[in-house]
Nanobody, 122 residues
Framework: QAQLVESGGGSEQAGGSLRLSCAAS????????MAWFRQAPGKEREGVAR??????HYADSVRGRFTISKDNAENTLYLEMSSLTPEDTAMYYC?????????????????WGQGTQVTVSA
């Protein structure tokens, strides 16, 4: 049974940093296109960053502040977030089992974690 489990969320002041982790089981992440999404209350789920074997792609809102990476030995996906702003407050989800198409569109992923909350205060 494939599973993704996120961790590392929490509360942070504006300007601070957090690192999110997504531990995968039942899949080999080195072969997967994987992504981070976020969803704030009342808003649609938004693609934040995507990683293939090595190539990466970021939403304009986080480019230069967030870094997505894989540790293939640990079978874990990461999202390093810096220069956080209150607008980054959301539930963050990792995703895998990419079906093709736009890699920052949520409907194109079939496997999801349960999410981890990030709250940034001014």
């Amino acid at each position: 049974q494939a599973q993704l489990v996120e961790s590392g969320g929490g509360s942070e002041q504006a300007g601070g940093s957090l690192r999110l982790s997504c531990a995968a089981s039942g899949i080999t992440i080195s072969r997967e296109v994987m992504a981070w999404f976020r969803q704030a209350p009342g808003k649609e789920r938004e693609g934040v960053a995507r990683i293939g074997e090595r190539d990466t792609h970021y939403a304009d809102s986080v480019r230069g502040r967030f870094t997505i990476s894989k540790d293939n030995a640990e079978n874990t996906l990461y999202l390093e977030m810096s220069s956080l702003t209150p607008e980054d407050t959301a539930m963050y989800y990792c995703a895998a089992d990419f079906a093709g198409g736009d890699s920052l569109t949520s409907r194109n992923y079939k496997l999801w974690g349960q999410g981890t909350q990030v709250t940034v205060s001014a």
